[in-house]
């Protein structure tokens, strides 16, 4: 005795909202993908070869070991040159993501301007250049050219990686997190080689700033232009005396 046996087919379906979550998930994606190449140390804008003024301060003795270069770093992040270019990053990408040429030139001109030394001018406007001339080649977008039309002087690092996110539709706090980080890690490198610290010591002091980075971040999406300013005195006259150090392996 035979028993029939019936198969009823199977149809694998995909509700609206799940399909939505993927796309939300490969955006997301290739988000992270870009921000990683763009802040990436092999991202040629030289950034390697910039201290913000830290090989002053090792060489003055201000910084000495891994807990002097924390207390550094955290002072430069929430009242120094980290919230400042975090803020102008915030305010940059708003004027691109609406296109609005004219704010964008204002901000622009006010980050050049704001620059306390010489060196620190060099160190944004360089690495700016360099990041808008590689964009402009590999990653080029509507927002790039909104900023060439209405831009006619140098543009500042954190200017140009605030358009180019906003251009590429990457969200601002993920384009502001990540940019804090690769500038932390970037002064801690330094550091490493001037002190000298190891390797494991750099990724201590990278994880014990990491709330002051969140910090810095949301100090940075809540301020205004108004709010723009530094009070790390110290590491500014550090940035101005570097330009006349006798032996120095960094250019700022």
Not at 166 to 184: D, E, K, N, V, Y
Request: hydrophobic letters at 50%.
């Amino acid at each position: 005795m035979t028993t029939a046996t019936t198969v009823i087919p199977m149809l694998m379906t995909i509700s609206d909202g799940n399909r939505n979550d993927v796309a939300a998930e490969i955006e997301d994606s290739a988000a992270l993908f870009r921000l990683m190449t763009w802040l990436s140390p092999s991202f040629p804008v030289g950034a390697f070869s910039y201290s913000s003024g830290i090989e002053w301060a090792v060489e003055a003795g201000d910084i000495t070991d891994r807990v002097a270069l924390q207390d550094w770093l955290a002072a430069m992040l929430l009242d120094g040159a980290g919230f400042c270019d975090g803020l102008l990053l915030c305010h940059a990408w708003r004027a691109a993501e609406a296109g609005d040429g004219a704010k964008l030139a204002e901000i622009a001109e006010l980050s050049v301007a704001f620059m306390p030394s010489r060196e620190r001018h060099l160190e944004a406007t360089a690495q700016g250049r360099a990041f808008v001339e590689i964009a402009r080649s590999a990653w080029h977008c509507a927002a790039l050219d909104l900023l060439s039309a209405h831009v006619v002087g140098p543009v500042t690092y954190p200017v140009a990686v605030g358009v180019l996110a906003a251009g590429h539709g990457i969200s601002l706090p993920q384009t502001l997190h990540a940019f804090l980080h690769a500038t932390t890690s970037n002064w801690i490198s330094a550091g490493v080689r001037l002190i000298p610290l190891g390797q494991t010591d750099s990724q201590h002091a990278l994880a014990a700033l990491e709330g002051v980075i969140a910090q810095t971040a949301e100090k940075s999406l809540q301020g205004s232009l108004d709010d723009l300013g530094s009070a790390t005195f110290r590491a500014d006259l550090a940035s101005m005396r570097h330009e006349t150090q006798y032996t120095r392996l960094f250019r700022s």
